[in-house]
């Protein structure tokens, strides 16, 4: 014996047309792509844009220095002071 909400449910499902499950997944594919395509091509776009008019690399698309930083971090030697001993 179903409940009311599971009778309404069965009936909503048997109104949708059988395609719109396929018509999701392509939707969810090409976004999915785009998303990609974005992610790789526009740090190099704006690297471009910056070169073009004449500034220097940006730091934060530099992976390689972003990870000599981290590297360099040691958890066992104490931070360099900020500011020279006034004493």
């Known amino acids: 014996m179903d409940n009311?909400?599971?009778k309404l449910q069965a009936e909503r499902e048997a109104m949708l047309p059988?395609?719109?499950?396929?018509?999701?997944?392509q939707h969810v594919g090409t976004l999915s792509l785009f998303s990609n395509v974005i992610?790789?091509?526009?740090?190099?776009?704006?690297?471009?844009?910056?070169?073009?008019?004449?500034?220097?690399?940006l730091p934060c698309l530099k992976k390689a220095s972003r990870r000599k930083a981290r590297a360099n971090m040691d958890w066992r030697?104490?931070?360099a002071?900020?500011?020279?001993?006034?004493?």
Not at 81 to 87: C, E, K, S, Y
């Open 18 to 25: 059988p395609e719109l499950e396929d018509r999701i997944s």
């Open 39 to 57: 992610e790789v091509f526009v740090p190099n776009a704006l690297q471009v844009v910056v070169r073009l008019v004449g500034g220097d690399d």
């Open 4 to 6: 009311s909400l599971k």
């Open 77 to 79: 030697t104490p931070p």
């Open 81 to 87: 002071p900020l500011l020279p001993d006034a004493g």
